[in-house]
């Protein structure tokens, strides 16, 4: 029996920013993704038959064919017709990013089933080759396949690596009952700012860069560069999400412990993705410590959960493979 296991990392967007619509349906993004040290851990071993088996702690999360994990698996099966040879798998996912939290939890599974059916299988495949197989999975996918700090622009599936800031630490929360339709945020956000896109004729002339993204990348490179305090806080208040318009009005909790979270010494605060988990930049272990007991302080509720996690350079990280 061969097996491969792997550590899938959750993302947070410190920029998430709506262009205006794209010809495919889908909306034209700008997006700086980061990789943080909160994952799920994903076992891929062979079977002799040739089936696609998934089984998941989380009991929100299918098992079937609407898996992510399971498509990223049928997916190399349809590609490389000659592996049948090698039967099929078991994929068994313990999870531990929070389910529809804005964090990717099902993109970064099916990241590392398609790098662990790599190795497994023999495929040979490059990170670019992998990349390509993940946007056909989803817009999120080929960010986790690398993982880091990214530039992410199209409908969010064009990657390019920013400078590593992973120094940094993040405090999440999210109240365990809520949960947050990535389609909902941006069909309701084209409901009520479709107006304000540039039209067709327009978008043409318009550079395909984003001017808002600009400030964030420049903050970036120069704390990558300098490694100094006051870098930091010039990202902190450089955070931005377009969706915060849509879910944050709709879910006053959210609101409500985005504010909380706002009002602590970090760098910034901010939803993450549709939400509805919010995050707060630190500079250290120890500043997100004292905002995770402050926070437990200030909102004593227990439907409310909180995790810290540092930065991360990577997304996928493979544990064992034998
Ligand atoms: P994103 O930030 O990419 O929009 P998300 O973090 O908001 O994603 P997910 O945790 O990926 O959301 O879950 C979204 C939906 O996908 C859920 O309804 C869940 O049932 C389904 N899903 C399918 N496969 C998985 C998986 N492997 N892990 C988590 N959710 C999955």
Redesign the pocket.
């Known amino acids: 029996m061969r097996v491969c296991s792997l550590a899938a990392s959750a993302k947070i967007n410190l920029h998430l920013e709506i262009l205006g619509n794209r010809p495919d349906g889908y909306h034209e993004l700008a997006m700086v993704m980061q990789s943080i040290g909160l994952a799920d851990e994903i076992e891929i071993r062979s079977l002799s038959t040739d089936t696609i088996r998934v089984h ?1 702690s ?1 009991p ?3 098992t079937d064919d ?4 399971y498509r990223a698996a049928a997916l190399i099966v349809e590609e490389f017709p000659s592996i049948a040879q090698y039967g099929g798998v078991e994929i068994t ?1 313990q ?1 531990h ?11 970064t ?2 990241a590392a089933v398609l790098v662990g059916l790599n190795l497994l299988w023999k495929l040979g495949l490059t990170q670019t080759d992998l990349q390509a197989l993940g946007a056909k999975l ?1 817009s ?1 996918v080929p960010f986790c396949i690398t993982g880091g700090t990214m530039l992410a622009t199209g409908r969010g599936e064009q990657v390019s690596p920013l400078p590593d800031v992973s120094q940094l630490y993040v405090v999440l929360a999210k109240y365990r009952h809520l ?4 389609a909902w945020a941006y069909k309701t956000y084209r409901q009520q700012f479709g107006h304000t896109y540039p039209t067709p004729e327009s978008a043409h002339r318009q550079p395909h860069t984003s001017a808002q993204s600009g400030p964030i990348v420049s903050a970036l490179a120069k704390f990558a560069q300098n490694n100094a305090a006051s870098d930091t806080l010039q990202l902190g208040q450089l955070l931005y999400n377009d969706l915060e318009k849509v879910v944050l009005p709709a879910h006053p909790l959210v609101q409500h412990l985005r504010d909380e979270l706002y009002r602590q010494p970090t760098l910034g605060a901010m939803m993450s ?2 939400g509805p988990t919010v995050f707060a930049l630190t500079q250290s272990l120890i500043q997100a410590q004292q905002v995770q007991a402050a926070l437990k302080v200030a909102l004593p509720d227990p439907d409310l959960d909180s995790w810290i996690a540092p930065f991360t350079n990577t997304s996928i990280r493979v544990i064992r493979h034998d």
Not at 99 to 105: D, F, I, P, Q, S
Not at 179 to 182: D, F, I, L, M
């Open positions: 998941c989380h929100d999360v299918p609407r898996n992510l994990a996912i999870k990013i929070p389910v529809a939290a804005g964090l990717a939890g099902g993109s599974n099916a989803g999120d949960a947050v339709s990535t993705g549709s």
